[in-house]
């Protein structure tokens, strides 16, 4: 780290708006390039450097940076990206699943008796914590909050491993010749009445 960056630094981390300028016109550009190339997305990429650039003023008075300030900013940033990426996938493949309960099919009750055995030696073959989270969603009716508070997790874990759990099922399932909207809607609709 050159003198010129250590004194930008502690500028900064003294409150030194013009300081934090002088960082934001030089840096900007290279932290929006090194999102994008993650993210893929020109919006993503500017998002994540503005947030980067915001995080480094809003903590500026508890800075240790032992490299360059660039340095420091561009791992930031790729963390950051990483990090927006993997939350991208999870949200999208939630949505997936989700969008597909939608559909209106319901089962015969030949069909439902079938289905039945079928979904729950499925659900008996899911690793213990997703089928644990599973049945307490799907059959004791417990919301995400109360399943998170009960078992001491987040919120968010429970809709991942609610996820993962569909996704787990749905090719036991499908082995079985069930088609994945009448797994999913069976188990939706009708696992609570069991």
């Known amino acids: 780290m ?6 930008l630094i502690r500028k900064i981390a003294a409150g030194d708006t013009a300081a934090f300028e002088v960082a934001y016109k030089n840096y900007f550009p290279t ?3 090194a999102a994008f190339r993650i993210t893929g997305s020109e919006d993503d990429a500017n998002d994540i450097a503005q947030n980067i650039l915001q995080n480094l003023w809003s903590r500026r008075a508890f800075l240790d940076i032992h490299t360059s300030l660039e340095a420091w900013l561009v791992t930031s940033v790729k963390h950051a990206s990483y990090k927006h990426i993997l939350k991208t996938k999870r949200t999208q493949e939630a949505t997936e699943v989700y969008t597909q309960l939608l559909d209106p099919f319901t089962l015969s009750a030949t069909d439902a008796d079938l289905t039945r055995g079928t979904v729950y ?7 213990p914590r997703r089928r644990e989270i ?3 969603h799907k059959i004791e ?3 995400h909050p109360e399943i998170a508070a009960q078992l001491n997790i987040s ?4 809709k ?9 099922l749905i090719p ?4 079985n010749k069930l088609l994945l909207w009448e797994i999913i809607l069976w188990v939706t609709f009708n696992i609570k009445e069991l």
């Not at 036991?172 to 082995?175: D, G, M, S, T, V």
């Open 2 to 7: 050159n003198e010129v960056e250590i004194n």
């Open 31 to 33: 932290l929006v390039t």
């Open 121 to 127: 030696d499925a659900i008996d073959k899911l690793s």
């Open 134 to 136: 599973f049945t307490m």
């Open 141 to 143: 009716n417990k919301s």
């Open 155 to 158: 919120i968010q874990t429970v």
């Open 160 to 168: 991942n491993t609610m996820v993962d759990a569909y996704k787990e």
């Open 172 to 175: 036991i399932l499908k082995a």
